[in-house]
T-cell receptor, first 113, second 114 residues
Framework: AQSVTQLGSHVSVSEGALVLLRCNYS??????LFWYVQYPNQGLQLLLK??????LVKGINGFEAEFKKSETSFHLTKPSAHMSDAAEYFC???????????FGTGTQLKVEL | ETGVTQTPRHLVMGMTNKKSLKCEQH?????MYWYKQSAKKPLELMFV???????ENNSVPSRFSPECPNSSHLFLHLHTLQPEDSALYLC?????????????FGQGTRLTVV
C-alpha cells in the first residue's frame, strides 16, 4: 500500500527566507509524485510533478522539488518566500498503473513580514 | 479558474434534507472524481468515474449517491446526512483515470449539516 507523510502541519517562515516543506512516501513500486497548493476557499492546483527522468523538478511560482529514491522523499523548496505563498500544500503519490492518488495531510505555510 | 466548476459554493442543510452537488468540466477529460476534505485529515477519495462508469467506491455510506450522466457532468446526491459529513467536497477531473497527467480541481462546495 502507498502512503504519504508530511512532516509539520504548520510551517512559518519570514518573507525572503527559504521554504522547505517535507514529504516522505512509501510505495512498493516506482511512484509518481505531486505537490498541490490550496489557497483559501479554493480547490487544489498542481505545483509540480515527478514521473520519470530528471529527479529535480521545477514547478510554478518558483517552487521545485527533488525526488530522492534512497530517502523516499520529495521535499518542496523555494529559495525566497513571498507573502503570496501563504497557503496549504499537499504532497501526493500515485503508483505507476495504480488506481488511487494518495494525499498527505497537508502543510499550512505562513509567511511573515 | 481551472476549468472545473462546482455549484453551489456553500450549502447548509438539515439532516432530513435532500440536496445535490454539481460538478462540470469542459476540458475533454475522461475521468472525474469526488473527494471529501475534512479538517486535519487527508483528502478522502469518495468516487471515481472513468468514461462515465463508476470504477471505484471507497466504502462511502449510501447517503452519498453519485451520478455521472455524461463525461462533462458529475453529481453527488445527498440525503439524511449526519453532522460529521460537514466538510469541503471537491470535484476533480483528469484526462485519464489516475494517470501521470494533471488532475484539475474545482473550488469545492463547503457543506454544513445542521
Amino acid at each position: 500500500a502507498q502512503s504519504v507523510t508530511q512532516l509539520g502541519s504548520h510551517v512559518s517562515v519570514s518573507e525572503g527566507a527559504l521554504v522547505l516543506l517535507r514529504c516522505n512516501y512509501s510505495s512498493s513500486v516506482p511512484p509518481y509524485l505531486f505537490w498541490y497548493v490550496q489557497y483559501p476557499n479554493q480547490g487544489l492546483q498542481l505545483l509540480l510533478k515527478y514521473t520519470t527522468g530528471a529527479t529535480l523538478v521545477k514547478g510554478i511560482n518558483g517552487f521545485e522539488a527533488e525526488f530522492k529514491k534512497s530517502e523516499t522523499s520529495f521535499h518542496l523548496t523555494k529559495p525566497s518566500a513571498h507573502m503570496s505563498d501563504a497557503a496549504e500544500y499537499f504532497c501526493a503519490v500515485l503508483t505507476g498503473g495504480g488506481n488511487k492518488l494518495t494525499f498527505g495531510t497537508g502543510t499550512q505555510l505562513k509567511v511573515e513580514l | 479558474e481551472t476549468g472545473v466548476t462546482q455549484t453551489p459554493r456553500h450549502l447548509v442543510m438539515g439532516m432530513t434534507n435532500k440536496k445535490s452537488l454539481k460538478c462540470e468540466q469542459h476540458l475533454g477529460h475522461n475521468a472525474m472524481y469526488w473527494y471529501k476534505q475534512s479538517a486535519k485529515k487527508p483528502l478522502e477519495l469518495m468516487f471515481v468515474y472513468s468514461l462515465e462508469e463508476r470504477v471505484e467506491n471507497n466504502s462511502v455510506p449510501s447517503r452519498f449517491s453519485p451520478e455521472c450522466p455524461n463525461s462533462s457532468h458529475l453529481f453527488l446526491h445527498l440525503h439524511t446526512l449526519q453532522p460529521e459529513d460537514s466538510a469541503l467536497y471537491l470535484c476533480a477531473s483528469s484526462q485519464f483515470q489516475f494517470s501521470d497527467t494533471e488532475a484539475f480541481f474545482g473550488q469545492g462546495t463547503r457543506l454544513t449539516v445542521v
